[in-house]
Structures are given as structure tokens and as C-alpha cells.
Nanobody
Framework: QLQLVESGGGLVPPGGSLSLSCKAS????????MGWYRQAPGKQRELVAT???????NYADSVKGRFTISRDNPKNTVYLQMDSLKPEDTAAYYC???????????WGQGTLVNVSA
């Protein structure tokens, strides 16, 4: 059974760093497009970053140069390194797995990131 379990959220001051992890089980992880999305209170869920099976990364303009997505296929895990955090990065962060050339995708339960002094 497919499961995506995020971890690593928390409270961090502006300018600080945080690293999120998402461990997948029940899928052939290496063939999936993996991504991080976020949803702030009262706002729609938005793309943060994605990484292909071949490790090509794509970022939202708002996080370019500050966030880094990576994956470790043998560990079935995708990471999001977040540096120079801003209050506007405060949101629930969700891990996503998409199977290319299909309609299948799955979501984790989310992890909260709060950037505040």
C-alpha cells in the first residue's frame, strides 16, 4: 500500500534553515516524479519543487536559490532543504508522487513549517 510520510517541519526564525524528508513505501520509487507543495492558511496549494526520476529539479520562482530538492532512490526518500526562510514560507508542506504518463498521484499527510521570530 502506497504511503508517503513527511517529517522535519517545525518552528524556525526568519533567515533560518529547515530540512524536510518524505519517505515512500509501496511504490517503485525510482520511476516516480516526486514533488513538494505547500498550502498556507486561506490560500490554495502551490507547487514548491519537483524532481524527476532522472533527478532534474524544477522550482517555483518564489523559492529559487533558497530551496533545494533532492532524492535518494535506494532510500525511497525525497528531501527539501530550505534555507534563508521567510515568514511567507510558513505553510503546511506536502509530499507528492506522480506516476509519469498516468493520472495516478498520491499525497502525504503534510508537515507544518512556521517561520517566525
Amino acid at each position: 500500500q502506497l504511503q508517503l510520510v513527511e517529517s522535519g517541519g517545525g518552528l524556525v526564525p526568519p533567515g533560518g534553515s529547515l530540512s524536510l524528508s518524505c519517505k515512500a513505501s509501496g511504490i517503485t520509487f525510482g520511476i516516480y516524479l516526486m514533488g513538494w507543495y505547500r498550502q498556507a492558511p486561506g490560500k490554495q496549494r502551490e507547487l514548491v519543487a519537483t524532481i524527476t526520476a532522472g533527478a532534474t529539479a524544477n522550482y517555483a520562482d518564489s523559492v529559487k536559490g533558497r530551496f533545494t530538492i533532492s532524492r535518494d532512490n535506494p532510500k525511497n526518500t525525497v528531501y527539501l532543504q530550505m534555507d534563508s526562510l521567510k515568514p511567507e514560507d510558513t505553510a503546511a508542506y506536502y509530499c507528492n508522487a506522480k506516476l509519469p504518463r498516468s493520472s495516478f498521484d498520491a499525497w502525504g499527510q503534510g508537515t507544518l513549517v512556521n517561520v517566525s521570530a
